[in-house]
């Protein structure tokens, strides 16, 4: 295996078994902003990766969530969400997960996306397809939007924002067959990834949020784009995902007026 691929799994793994040592027990919560957590765990799991990744590539740039990060898209770069979903642990919500990514030359080669406690692992090389728990996996066959399972997700300013999410929400909920609202954007482009779902859109992200699961999605056979159609930027903030049957008919529901 990739020696890059195989530590980033093994920084996974690990951030793992510390959600699971705490996962419904007590440990500290803080506010980042009115209703945006972090907790113990997230500090903790981002230091035990961090270390890791230092240890074997003390050279390489970090994107790291619970850190001040850089974004100018240089080369040898790691991007690291150490728990997607920290108000779901937070509740005891068995959905969340650890996201990390690695870019070279702008381009993300590499993604690894873990959750603990369905024990799922998923990882992609570019170029190698897309696997869950060593199996390859690949996008669903929904051809018509009325047909599709939808996912999402809202800002943490939700209700101070008029760029929350709504409006497209909305117009989904009777356009395609059901959506879900689970709280965690890199198990939900995995999702996507194996199938389970057909279509993910949300705007307003970061790039520890999308990388790994955007790679997984192409990987996998799927298309991933930001609102406009064009080619998907991690350092943008709207993204659509899809089996790539129905996201000519995603975008035009996005791209409708209000």
Partial sequence: MDERLELMIRCALESGKIQRKY?????????????????DVDIACQARILDLIKGRYPDDDIIAEEKVNRYDGKAGRWIVDPLDGTTNYAHGYPFFCTSIAYEESGIIEYGVVYNPIFKEL???????????NNRKI????????????????????LPTSGNNNINHFIKFLYRAQAIRRDGSAALNLSYVACGRFDGFWELRLNPWDTAAGCLMVEEAGGAVSNFSGRPFNIYEDDIVASNGNVHTALLGVLQEER
Wanted: aromatic share 12%.
């Fill in 138 to 157: 690949s996008v669903s066959n929904v051809t018509i939007l009325k047909n599709a399972l939808l996912s999402t997700g809202f800002p943490y300013d």
């Fill in 122 to 132: 998923f990882t992609c090389k570019k170029g190698e397809g897309a696997y869950l």
């Fill in 23 to 39: 996962y419904q027990k007590r440990f500290g919560i803080r506010h980042k902003g009115e209703i945006n957590l972090v907790t």
